[in-house]
């Protein structure tokens, strides 16, 4: 089992920056792929980043590229979404996934592909 516990959201203006981050327990962090989810109200849970088991792979929605980084500190089992220059069509409920993959390269898209989540936390931007 992974536990997964994000932090960082909450409420900011347009043009502005949010840094989130998902801690994680359990089973040896370095083994999952890591992603950022989103859910906005009425919307289908959507993929945002994600980062490889080594830290040395990331992949973006095309919406966010340019603007948000996804790191992680695998000696702190944490992973970091860095939001900058946020829009109002960013406002959703944030989640971290683990994906257990047999690839020290490999990022997944489909949220069916994560075995672990967290409870998620609220970003609001205000335009």
């Known amino acids: 089992q992974v536990q997964l516990v994000e932090s960082g959201g909450g409420l900011v203006q347009a043009g502005g920056s949010l840094r989130l981050s998902c801690v994680a327990s359990g089973r040896t962090f370095s083994n999952y792929a890591m992603g950022w989810f989103r859910q906005a109200p009425g919307k289908e849970r959507e993929f945002v980043a994600g980062?490889?088991?080594?830290?040395?792979?990331?992949l973006y929605a095309d919406s966010v590229k340019g603007r948000f980084t996804i790191s992680r500190d695998n000696a702190k089992n944490t992973v970091y979404l860095q939001m900058n220059g946020l829009k109002p069509e960013d406002t959703a409920v944030y989640y971290c996934?683990?994906?257990?993959?047999?690839?020290?390269?490999?990022?997944?898209?489909?949220?069916?592909?994560?075995?672990?989540w967290g409870q998620g936390t609220q970003v609001t931007v205000s335009s």
């Open positions: 980062v490889s088991w080594s830290g040395g792979s990331t």
């Open positions: 996934a683990a994906d257990r993959v047999d690839s020290i390269t490999a990022i997944r898209l489909d949220r069916r592909a994560y075995d672990y």
